[in-house]
């Protein structure tokens, strides 16, 4: 048996190759500065429990796979008949120990009453000056479900939108956050959307930053939300105010194809990596549609193998091969996607620090992560911004933000 070069993981076995290959195709030829042997090597995915020792991602010939397995495993057949599942991949907190899947925020205010809560809040409003402490901590201590009874309520006793109402009493930023928290999270992303959209000029960013980061379901409720709240298509308006290759990304997301499943495909992992590199080396812009649909259809899981794969067959990590081969919006939506599927909640953590370094405060991002996130994985986002930035989410806020703004906002927080 051959050896092929060594993997380029510390302590990871080195590759081997296999009988029943036939001579090297223009595809080896193209890849052989990655080690002596001319032939594609065979790789690990060190960071997956799957029980395999090597396997192969592909086959020049069209014969039958065959995996090297660890000792007591079986023979597994090829990806159209059986798929591998594994369990997901776990993160490590700051004490090196696997840190587990964060829940969604619990923050049901216990024994709530409706009523109370509305007519608290027509007290805060009322008269000469506004009770700004009243406002914060109902609106920060309650589910976004909740809020919504209280917003209805209110509208039922005193005959009053409560967003007009606070509009008359709140001012800037604190204003800004308080309407968006009487918005559900999926209505409040549509409303950002439309914003980034509206008027000459498109807000780029928030299109790649809301679009890029949701699950299907949500993807489905933000686009339900964006017809019911302007009587328009959220997929009309993105193809009308984007163009070229951010489009084509931008609609196949906004399919909710994404597979969600916790299969990982091994065979799929290699050849979509084989895919990437064929499609990007020298040519993106012109084959971008392998990047569209291994990015907007593959599940989270198998995006993560994809990556491994595409690692150890070229030897480049993929946001490296972004970084060099993209550049403007398109770049941002593909490593968005990737560093997604790496870790979400780190990059939501990224995307608050960024906000709130150097001079100079970026509130709008501020107030859309922490409220579109408060109840899906801020808590994980929280916990993973302590470990990457070494200081608390929360200090950072107070230090970069004051009044009610930072009241509300900290109070969100906790």
């Given at each position: 048996m051959r050896k092929a070069r060594a993997a380029p993981w510390p302590g990871v076995p080195t590759a081997r190759r296999g009988p029943g290959y036939g001579a090297p195709s223009s595809s080896d030829q193209r890849l052989g500065r990655l080690g002596s042997s001319k032939f594609l090597p065979s790789f690990d995915l060190p960071e997956m429990a799957l029980g395999l020792r090597h396997f192969r991602p592909w086959r020049e010939d069209g014969g039958s796979q065959c995996y090297t397995l660890s000792e007591g495993s079986q023979q597994l057949p090829k990806r159209d008949t059986q798929l591998l599942e594994v369990q997901p991949l776990s993160h490590t907190s700051g004490t090196g120990e696997p840190e587990a899947q964060q829940p969604a925020k619990a923050?049901?205010?216990?024994?709530?009453?409706?009523?109370?809560?509305?007519?608290?809040?027509?007290?805060?409003?009322?008269?000469?000056?506004?009770?700004?402490?009243?406002?914060?901590?109902?609106?920060?201590?309650?589910?976004?479900?909740?809020?919504?009874?209280?917003?209805?309520?209110?509208?039922?006793?005193?005959?009053?939108?409560?967003?007009?109402?606070?509009?008359?009493?709140?001012?800037?930023?604190?204003?800004?956050?308080?309407?968006?928290?009487?918005?559900?999270?999926?209505?409040?992303?549509?409303?950002e959307l439309q914003k980034a959209m509206k008027g000459l000029g498109t807000d780029e960013t928030v299109l790649i930053e809301v679009l890029c980061t949701r699950?299907?379901?949500?993807?489905?409720?933000?686009?339900e939300a964006y017809q019911r709240l302007f009587n328009r298509s959220l997929e009309s308006d993105v193809k009308d105010d984007t163009s070229g290759s951010l489009k084509k990304i931008l609609v196949a997301l906004l399919q909710a194809g994404r597979d969600e499943g916790d299969d990982i495909d091994i065979d799929l992992a290699g050849q979509d990596a084989k895919d990437l590199y064929d499609a990007g080396e020298g040519r993106w812009g012109t084959e971008e549609l392998a990047f569209h649909d291994v990015l907007a259809r593959r599940s989270l899981k198998?995006?993560?193998?994809?990556?491994?794969?595409?690692?150890?067959?070229?030897?480049?990590?993929?946001?490296?091969?972004?970084?060099?081969?993209?550049?403007?919006?398109?770049?941002?939506?593909?490593?968005?996607?990737?560093?997604?599927?790496?870790?979400?909640?780190?990059?939501f953590a990224e995307c608050l620090y960024k906000s709130m370094k150097g001079s100079g405060t970026d509130e709008e991002t501020l107030i859309r992560i922490i409220v579109t996130r408060a109840e899906v994985d801020l808590q994980g986002i929280k916990a993973k911004f302590q470990e990457k930035y070494q200081k608390s989410l929360s200090d950072m806020v107070r230090s970069d933000t004051s009044g009610d703004f930072q009241k509300l906002l900290v109070a969100l927080l906790h």
């Open positions: 923050r049901s205010h216990q024994g709530f009453d409706v009523d109370r809560d509305a007519k608290k809040l027509h007290k805060a409003c009322k008269g000469m000056g506004t009770d700004e402490a009243a406002i914060i901590e109902i609106l920060s201590n309650r589910t976004s479900e909740e809020r919504q009874q209280i917003k209805h309520k209110y509208k039922a006793i005193y005959g009053k939108d409560l967003e007009e109402v606070l509009k008359g009493e709140l001012r800037g930023n604190s204003e800004k956050t308080a309407l968006a928290l009487l918005d559900s999270p999926n209505e409040y992303a549509a409303r699950s299907n379901k949500e993807i489905i409720a933000i686009k198998q995006l993560r193998a994809t990556f491994q794969a595409y690692q150890v067959l070229i030897g480049k990590d993929m946001e490296e091969a972004i970084e060099e081969e993209t550049s403007g919006d398109l770049k941002k939506a593909y490593l968005t996607l990737v560093r997604c599927a790496r870790d979400r909640e780190g990059y």
